[in-house]
């Protein structure tokens, strides 16, 4: 019996001992824009692995969809955020202080004019005109620049001592085909957007020059034409569309998967090198 006791507590030990190591090496991401479309996605299903999650926000109420998901999640972690917020950003820095982060994701992002919609109205597909040569409303250009590039090098730049120190080390950019300077020409629209796309590409690939030597690997994803809240109305008029489900999930299996031999790279959904 003794013997048979001492078995018990050994095993018991060992098996607590591996719940903390579990506990002590559970895996984080950070997830910019996390409220809706391709963020919430990203969102969902890490938390359905078991990671922690900090889903950020800039709405100046909690959103109801990340609301939700803390009746459902322990590993939600939420913070209000304005990715082009110098002051902001350097708080959420602070706040995050000594907190590893493996995946930093940085999906938040700006591509219709939006200002005819409500905050809360994430149906809303927005005004895709005031982009157009001849029709260009200069005001949205700061906006698309500053969400859309200065957002993601800000982000990463603070909160890159996290990443650092993490065990995966990676900066994931959410960019689009329609920054490629080499593909295919669709049609003179989204002005705006598209460079930001581009520039955005450039900057990353720059970032990952810089923290190479760190062993952190940064990439960018084409996601596709994926049907987000607001792309909704596009369901049935084109080929091709994706379900937000299908391109997030090609995005974590390569996030999974890429290394510091990838850093660099701007990528598919699933890993194919897509042209610059």
């Known amino acids: 019996m003794a013997n048979a006791r001492h078995l018990f507590a050994a095993v018991t030990i060992v098996g607590l001992s591996l719940i903390g190591a579990a506990a002590t090496h559970a895996q984080t991401v950070l997830v910019t824009g996390a409220n809706s479309g391709i963020g919430l996605e990203f969102t969902k299903q890490y938390l359905a692995r ?8 800039r709405r100046s109420e ?7 998901l803390t009746k459902k999640y322990k590993t ?15 708080t959420l820095a602070s706040r995050l202080a000594n907190v590893p982060i493996d995946v930093l994701v940085n999906n938040a992002g700006v591509y219709n004019d939006r200002g005819v919609c409500a905050p809360e109205d994430d149906a809303c597909a927005g005004d895709w005109t005031t982009q157009n040569f001849g029709k260009m409303r200069y005001e949205l250009l700061d906006t698309i620049l500053s969400v859309n590039v200065k957002g993601p090098l800000l982000v990463s730049e603070m909160l890159f001592p996290n990443v650092k120190a993490s065990k995966l080390k990676k900066i994931v950019a959410i960019s689009s085909s329609n920054g490629s300077l080499t593909g295919p020409q669709a049609g003179g629209g989204a002005i705006f957007y598209r460079s930001s796309k581009a520039a955005l590409n450039r900057a990353m690939q720059l970032v990952a020059a810089s923290v190479k030597g760190d062993g952190v690997t940064v990439v960018m994803f084409n996601p596709g034409p994926t049907l987000t809240e607001h792309q909704m109305y596009l369901k049935g008029q084109f080929k091709g569309m994706l379900e937000t489900s299908f391109t997030v999930g090609n995005m974590i299996k390569t996030i999974d998967t890429v290394t510091i031999a990838d850093t660099g790279k701007f990528l598919r959904y699933d890993g194919v090198p897509e042209a610059w």
């Open 76 to 90: 939600i972690r939420i913070e209000r955020v304005d990715v082009t917020s110098v002051e902001q950003v350097r």
């Open 62 to 68: 909690l959103p109801a969809t990340l609301a939700e």
């Open 50 to 57: 078991g990671w922690t999650v900090i889903a950020t926000h």
